[in-house]
């Protein structure tokens, strides 16, 4: 979300050279800048009507998706995508200096501040990360500081020392307390340990690292098979610490390849390297990655099926949810050291021109006025099919943003 590493420049001048040495037209190279300023004169337009609503109503209502009949659903700030809406303000504020979009951000962020205390669920890193985290780098404002550092307080009451991880959901109550399970985690949990890091940066304390780094190196060693894929939720037992089950919630069968988790683990594992150096973090996102890349399956616009292994493939739906996350996780990629680093922005930038199409981007007006068409929330729970999600919208514009970085658009 925040830093791009000295080594991108060293990335950007290896483009630029390559690029100009090399035979290639200028039309085999998308052209991005035309792609950013068409997104976000749409973003500015499509998000200006979903914003209209919301000040027309008497409350701050927090877009999620649209409902099977055609109504949007509004969430409460203890929904796991409470941050999403506001934060898709703050990158398109970053991406149009729109100084009307930085008063809505502020406006849409500070309505979820009672999610700082939230301790039924390990999705507080997603909540605050998007909103508050945002709303710290473009504002400067240091009370944020301290609820982002409450927050990670939060979190940590979820710590399991035997098998140290933060548990995901709780085990007695809703669906999850019907699978059988003790400590569930999910490989969405990595996308929360930035709330941690950053926490220890903005406090000093050293725990909220510490604990991130326990979670990362377990899931690491659990949750993922040799192919690279990762299992969804790993259900540890909290006497011994040792694996109970490997399972699914979301994805086709506890042995396939959920999509969104797959994306959840590139991002989680390349922002892990980001925040800590650690070698193996980057090579377990770029195996993460190469296990998309390479599949047979993986369709000619490089937008995923929502579970590689969905018995009706090529008929199954597609998760625009899961490119977007990718698209922005292969973009910083691009800018840390690794081979043929080049690779990963031209594969993210296909993704992003893909979802920028008719085929996935909305008409203005439509979609309940999100911009993305086309993702899957839980087909397991017949929940959210083929649907907009505030969340693919969110990723899209962070990856929009970070080509603009990347480019210096
Ligand atoms: N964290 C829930 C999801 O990815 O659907």
């Given at each position: 979300m925040k830093r791009v590493s000295s080594a991108f420049y060293l990335v950007l001048a290896s483009v630029l050279l390559l690029s100009c040495n090399q035979d290639k037209t200028v039309s085999d190279t998308p052209d991005n800048s035309q792609l950013l300023s068409d997104n976000i004169e749409f973003a500015l337009a499509q998000m200006g009507k979903q914003i209209e609503i919301i000040e027309a109503s008497d409350e701050v209502l927090n877009p999620v998706t649209v409902r099977p009949d055609g109504s949007v659903y509004y969430c409460g700030y203890r929904d796991w995508r409470s941050g999403f809406f506001p934060g898709a303000v703050w990158y398109l504020y970053d991406l149009s200096n729109d100084p009307s979009l930085k008063e809505k951000a502020i406006k849409y962020t500070e309505a979820i501040e009672e999610a700082q205390f939230l301790t039924s669920h390990h999705d507080i890193g997603f909540i605050i990360g998007s909103s508050f985290g945002n709303?710290?780098?473009?504002?400067?404002?240091?009370?944020?500081?301290?609820?982002?550092?409450?927050?990670?307080?939060?979190?940590?009451?979820r710590f399991r020392e035997q098998p140290g991880v933060i548990q995901s959901w709780d085990s007695d109550r809703g669906w999850q307390g019907e699978r059988g399970w003790?400590?569930?985690?999910i490989i969405d949990n990595m996308m929360n340990l930035e709330l941690l890091f950053d926490a220890t940066e903005y406090s000093?304390?050293?725990?909220?690292y510490n604990i991130a780094v326990s979670h990362a190196d377990?899931?690491?060693e659990e949750h993922?098979?040799?192919?690279?894929?990762?299992?969804?939720?790993?259900?540890?037992?909290?006497e011994d610490g040792s694996v109970r089950n490997r399972h699914t919630a979301q994805g086709y069968s506890h042995e396939s390849a959920w999509s969104r988790g797959q994306a959840w683990a590139i991002y989680g594992y390349a922002m892990c390297y980001r925040e800590t150096g650690y070698q193996r973090y980057l090579d377990q996102a770029i195996k993460a990655f190469e296990f998309l890349r390479d599949h047979p399956d993986m369709p000619e616009d490089l937008i995923a099926y929502w579970d590689m292994d969905a018995p009706d493939i090529p008929n199954a739906l597609r998760d625009a949810s899961a490119a977007a996350i990718i698209a922005s996780a292969l973009y910083e990629m691009s800018t840390f050291p690794v081979a043929d680093a080049a690779s990963y922005k031209e594969y993210a930038d296909k993704m992003m021109a893909s979802l920028s199409s008719d085929a996935y981007r909305a008409e203005l007006g439509t979609n309940g006025?999100?911009?993305?068409?086309?993702?899957?929330?839980?087909?397991?729970?017949?929940n959210e099919i083929d649907t907009p999600l505030n969340y693919a919208d969110y990723y899209f514009l962070e990856a929009l943003k970070r080509m603009r970085d990347i480019e210096g658009l």
């Open positions: 709303g710290l780098r473009l504002t400067n404002n240091e009370a944020y500081k301290d609820i982002i550092v409450q927050a990670a307080k939060s979190l940590t009451t003790e400590c569930p985690v000093g304390d050293s725990l909220f377990r899931t690491l993922f098979r040799e192919d690279g894929s990762t299992f969804h939720v790993i259900d540890y037992d909290l006025n999100f911009i993305l068409m086309h993702s899957v929330g839980s087909i397991p729970h017949d």
